[in-house]
């Protein structure tokens, strides 16, 4: 929760959100595609197609097929905020080899991490790298990520786009993200519960979209 107040609390201080017409997400899928149009494609609701009943999937939806990805096969899974798509997720079982091709297909997309998370703890890459230079930060950084996938708790990290990254004067993680313009697409790979998930969205669409749920939370307590 922590690392969700920091990045809507960032959004009120963004001067950097201006509009976009069509921002991809994932392949052809692209933020706002409507619920029918996923659905004309051949998904359907995720909970039957994955045989369950999680409160959580009650508006998603899911391709029948898996896919394939990095050379690996994923379900793939759309999020909808009211009808509109705001996030495309694939999902796997977590196997070492499939996190290391989704973590290469992410750089070979020339996207790098900026932020890995794990419980309670996080590593600010940017930061790291800034304080440390790039030899003493890699080593930080991936014994910060071995650890993580040996606990038991989600670990999380988050990828931006290489240029990006290399183009901004953000001295951390945090401050980079809040200068994240509304077409900056965002990846996100979660190890959880013996899963992989990549999640693919519009970081700041996504961070107009929490403060417009805090803004419309008004009732007296």
């Keep these: ?56 999937l009650a508006n998603a939806l899911c391709m029948r097929n898996e896919i394939k990805f990095l050379k690996q096969d994923w379900i793939e899974m759309f999020f909808f905020e009211g009808d509109k798509l705001d996030r495309v997720a694939l999902i796997k079982d977590f196997t070492p080899e499939a996190y290391t091709a989704a973590v290469g297909g992410m750089i070979n997309n020339s996207f790098m991490p900026v932020l890995m998370m794990q419980g309670d703890d996080n590593i600010d890459v940017v930061r790291t790298i800034k304080e440390l230079g790039q030899q003493k930060a890699s080593e930080v950084i991936s014994d910060f990520e071995q650890k ?13 786009p290489l240029d990006f990254v290399r183009n901004n004067n953000s001295k951390s993680a945090f401050q980079m993200l809040r200068s994240a313009p509304e077409d900056l697409r965002c990846v996100t790979v979660t190890e959880n519960d013996e899963a992989l998930v990549l999640s693919f969205e519009a970081l700041g669409k996504t961070l107009i979209n929490l403060h417009n749920i805090m803004k419309e939370a008004k009732e007296s307590f």
């Design 1 to 56: 929760m922590k690392t969700l107040l920091c990045l809507v609390m960032a959004l009120f201080l963004s001067a950097n959100i201006c509009a976009a017409e069509k921002i991809s997400l994932f392949k052809d899928y692209y933020y706002g595609m409507s619920r029918a149009e996923i659905a004309a494609g051949g998904a359907t609701p995720c909970n039957e197609v994955l045989d369950e009943d999680d409160e959580n």
């Design 148 to 160: 993580a996938l040996a606990d038991a708790s989600e670990y999380s990290a988050i990828f931006l």
